[in-house]
């Protein structure tokens, strides 16, 4: 570990045109530096081309597969996966089948969304999305629980059996910073992932969820709280940046994760990055 709190790497977009051994060489770079995991973000059908709105264009799941079997210990992750676009029972799946393959390295992060013209294009209920996270992560855990049925409106089955169970805990972190995301993170995650929040900010609403945990079904189980920053490059930025880690880790973040910008360079940045801490 690079500091206190884990150092993350959310990779770079990648373009129909990257080379996939590119995205491999960029895992296997960060976890020799030491960074505690790599991200990567979701989008299914944006309304404009990928790239800094929007990420990149691989799948995640599938691409996280991809990485595992070129590294060894870092853990792999979401920043974030987009839930209500996607059929919970098969994310289920898709997950424990990570986690295994990978020895157990997954994070399974998801969000709400916030694109309503990617709901409309795939068909999905945009204002219902938040329910559907809850319900869907609830069924998640059934089926890594083992068992055989389940008792919901929305995804209750009557006899099933799920493979392949996680054999070791796979940890579920919920994204968002708004109210309801934080009531949707204290009442079925293990893990709080934010965004665009300074130090201050972050502490101002990481209280808010402690204090939702506490009120909440899973009181007295631990949260964990992460949240992403940007550095693109640039000595005069790199400072600011790592106070801006410092000051997160003083306002209880567990985990930074950072976006090193386009790929042209990312690696010498997240080397530099990575130095700066060393």
Not at 64 to 75: E, K, M, S, V
Not at 103 to 111: A, D, F, I, K, Q
Not at 216 to 226: C, S
Request: charged share 20%; no cysteine; net charge negative.
């Amino acid at each position: 570990m690079l500091t206190d709190v884990e150092l993350r790497v959310v990779l770079p977009n990648e373009s129909p045109a990257m080379e996939p051994a590119r995205l491999t060489e960029l895992a296997a770079g960060a976890e020799r530096l030491g960074y505690g995991a790599v991200l990567l973000p979701d989008h299914l059908l944006p309304p404009s081309p990928y790239g800094p709105e929007y990420g990149g264009v691989y799948e995640p799941l599938t691409t996280l597969a991809f990485l595992a079997a070129a590294t060894q210990r870092i853990g792999l992750g979401m920043s974030v996966l987009v839930l209500p676009l996607r059929e919970p029972f098969l994310v289920a799946k898709q997950a424990a089948t990570v986690h295994r393959l990978s020895g157990g390295r997954l994070t399974l992060t998801v969000g709400a969304g916030w694109v309503r013209s990617e709901f409309d294009a795939a068909r999905a209920d945009y204002a219902s999305r938040g329910g559907y996270v809850e319900d869907a992560l609830r069924l998640v855990r059934t089926l890594f629980s083992g068992a055989t049925s389940y008792d919901d409106e929305r995804f209750g089955y009557e006899q099933g059996v799920f493979e392949p169970r996680p054999l070791t805990p796979l940890p579920i972190a919920v994204g968002g910073t708004t109210d309801a995301a934080l009531r949707r993170a204290a009442a079925v995650a293990d893990e709080w992932h934010a965004f665009a929040l300074d130090a201050d900010g972050f502490a101002s609403r990481l209280a808010v969820l402690r204090s939702l945990r506490e009120a909440g079904p899973l009181a007295g189980q631990p949260l964990r709280a992460g949240t992403r920053i940007e550095w693109a490059g640039g000595r005069s930025s790199l400072a600011a940046a790592v106070d801006s880690v410092h000051a997160l880790t003083a306002a209880g973040a567990d985990s930074v994760a950072v976006w090193f910008g386009d790929e042209d360079g990312f690696g010498e940045r997240m080397e530099e990055f990575a130095a700066a801490f060393a």
